[in-house]
């Protein structure tokens, strides 16, 4: 038999394990992680240059050097897995004063996810950059053993109900807890990339970057996969206390 309050707490963490578990998964499948704000454009001249990088980003060779240069000239938006720009839906490339914008998406493919960074980007004899190329491979990563974590914990809290047991609630508030410190880990790794990108690569004149919704996203699902480990863990050791104090009271 479960106390009402062990059955409270399991209920809650239940509920908070689903909603970060989906918070996770929305924000590695979308691109708002980082986006950049870029002027307007004015003249011939830089319309056909920014026509180019985008032909180049979307039909060229993978280049960190290339795609971050159209990032930061078509206010461009970087995720974990996709990377876009914002262009004028028709062809005549910013020539209408109020032209319709759409939102044009790249994948990284896993090769690329794996492919290494340089101290220079795009200079390829400037020697490999570990510590960007480590934090890239960690900010993909990481995620994806995070939700590993939450499904296996899912998995055996299943079994634990069809078996009528809260023994497995310890170890299922410790896989939240791994989960949580993953998925924290990953948006430390993705900032530091970010940060360290912007050092080697210097953004143009008047374009700024800030923080998009998918990392708050990711943000916020660490603190309730720790929120719902926490419950996991005290109602696991609650009822044990509890257990063995009924089971000495009878055996006296």
């Known amino acids: 038999m ?12 239940c509920v908070l394990s689903i909603i970060a578990t989906v918070y996770l998964s929305v924000a590695i499948g979308t691109q708002h992680w980082y986006q950049y704000s870029s002027p307007t454009v004015r003249g011939e001249a830089n319309i056909s240059e920014l026509r180019s990088l985008y032909e180049e980003f ?34 005549q490339w910013y020539k209408e004063p109020d032209a319709k914008m759409v939102l044009e998406c790249r ?18 004899n400037s020697g490999e950059d570990m510590v960007r190329t480590y934090l ?25 109900c069809l078996c009528r047991s809260l023994t497995p609630t310890l170890g299922i508030g410790v896989l939240h807890l791994l989960a949580a410190l993953c998925t924290l880990a990953t ?26 919704w998918s ?11 720790m929120m719902a480990a926490a419950l996991l863990v005290w109602a696991a050791r609650s009822h044990s206390q509890n257990y063995y104090r009924m089971t000495a009271y009878r055996v006296a």
């Open 187 to 212: 948006v430390c790794c993705y900032l530091a990339g970010m940060d360290l990108l912007h050092r080697v690569s210097m953004l143009p004149d008047k374009v700024d970057g800030s923080l998009g």
């Open 2 to 13: 479960v106390d009402n309050r062990y059955a409270t707490a399991l209920v809650i963490a």
């Open 136 to 160: 890239w491979r960690c900010q993909f990563l990481l995620p994806l053993v995070s939700l590993s974590l939450v499904t296996l914990a899912g998995l055996t809290g299943f079994c634990a």
């Open 215 to 225: 990392l708050y996203l990711a943000l916020i699902s660490s603190p309730l996969h």
């Open 107 to 124: 994948s990284f493919t896993l090769l690329q996810q794996f492919t290494p960074k340089y101290k220079e980007p795009g200079n390829h």
């Open 58 to 91: 979307m039909d060229g060779e993978f280049d960190e050097k290339t795609y971050s240069d159209t990032l930061f000239r078509l206010n461009g938006t970087v995720g974990l897995w996709w990377r876009c720009v914002l262009v004028p839906a028709n062809a």
